[in-house]
């Protein structure tokens, strides 16, 4: 396990004298909060560990992470598939790999009915996600919820005169293995807007920065908090600020936060720690999500994307 030091900084401490550092206690510490009603405007941050159980390949996982997994594109290395530079010399690696990570094929997670649950209860202030998978809205949260952090595939737009695409046009050109082309100023390539590296983030992400002033408790979900500047985002709320960290990458909690002992860590996947969570909460988390993944199909924005 290595050691990450993510949530803090300062003096070591190990698990057993944070005390709540326990699955069952921590999960209980934030069931409260919310049932208390001191948690009404909860901030979740989303990283790609929330989609695994859809299918969907995160990056980092050595072995059946997407890093681990391009070798037949031929990289320089694996991160120039979402280089900008890379994409504008070269296109095609990143258009085989959206074949094959087009949202449509994939649906929701428990994980992300939980987290359109918590907007339900009127406890969800933001979901910031990393994904560009746009699960988050197929779930049924709103638009004006979700700010997807490195964008996503809801929008396509040309590199040259920012003309934005058709979204049907888009995937059935992408899906007829044609390089996109830009119907208006028939020169530009139509590039998803996925933050490539090299581009800097959707203004909604910076537009919402005041959320985590407001936050009062912070959800952390199936990241290993290694891309900035979304890592950044944890040290954005107050410093007596509750926060609970779910991945299963292990997580060395180092530190203390003075007399403040806010932070609880849940080693396991996602949707495990959500359902215990939930159970805590007494919501019925695995009923919600049955009856909007069968009820999928009238999910307007789920049709845009067949
Ligand atoms: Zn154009």
Not at 157 to 178: H, Q, R, Y
Not at 245 to 271: A, E, K, P
Request: aromatic residues 14%.
């Amino acid at each position: 396990m290595s050691k990450q030091n993510l949530f803090s900084s300062g003096k070591s401490h190990t698990h057993e004298d944070i005390g709540y550092n326990k699955k069952e206690s921590g999960l209980k510490t934030i069931a409260e909060l919310i049932k208390s009603g001191k948690a009404k405007n909860i901030v979740f941050m989303a990283g790609a560990g929330i989609s695994t159980a859809a299918g969907i390949p995160d990056f980092r996982s050595p072995g059946t992470g997407l890093y681990d997994n391009l070798s037949k594109y031929n990289l320089p290395r694996p991160e120039s598939i979402f280089e900008i530079q890379y994409f504008k010399k070269n296109p095609e690696p990143f258009f085989e790999l959206a074949r094959e990570l087009y949202p449509s094929k994939f649906l929701p997670t428990l994980t992300h009915y939980f987290i359109r649950l918590l907007h339900e209860k009127k406890v969800l202030l933001r979901c910031f996600t990393q994904n560009i998978d746009t699960l988050e809205q197929i779930a049924g949260l709103p638009e004006e919820v979700v700010v997807e952090a490195h964008g996503s595939f809801s929008k396509s737009k040309c590199l040259k005169c920012n003309k934005i695409a058709d979204p049907k046009w888009m995937k059935e050109t992408i899906f007829s293995g044609v390089i996109p082309k830009c119907v208006g100023c028939n020169k530009g390539i139509v590039k998803p807007c996925i933050t490539f590296f090299g581009e800097s983030l959707p203004e909604k992400f910076f537009l919402h920065m005041p959320d985590f002033n407001k936050c009062d408790l912070l959800i952390v979900a199936g990241t290993s908090l290694q891309v900035q500047p979304f890592a950044l985002l944890i040290d954005y709320v107050s410093s007596d600020t509750p926060r609970l960290l779910i991945n299963r990458m292990g997580f060395d909690f180092d530190g203390s936060f003075s007399s403040v002992r806010r932070d609880i860590f849940y080693g396991g996947s996602c949707d495990d720690g959500v359902l215990e969570l939930a159970e805590l909460l007494g919501w019925k988390v695995i009923e919600f999500y049955y009856y909007y993944i069968s009820n999928l199909h009238f999910n307007d924005y789920y049709l845009l994307c067949l």
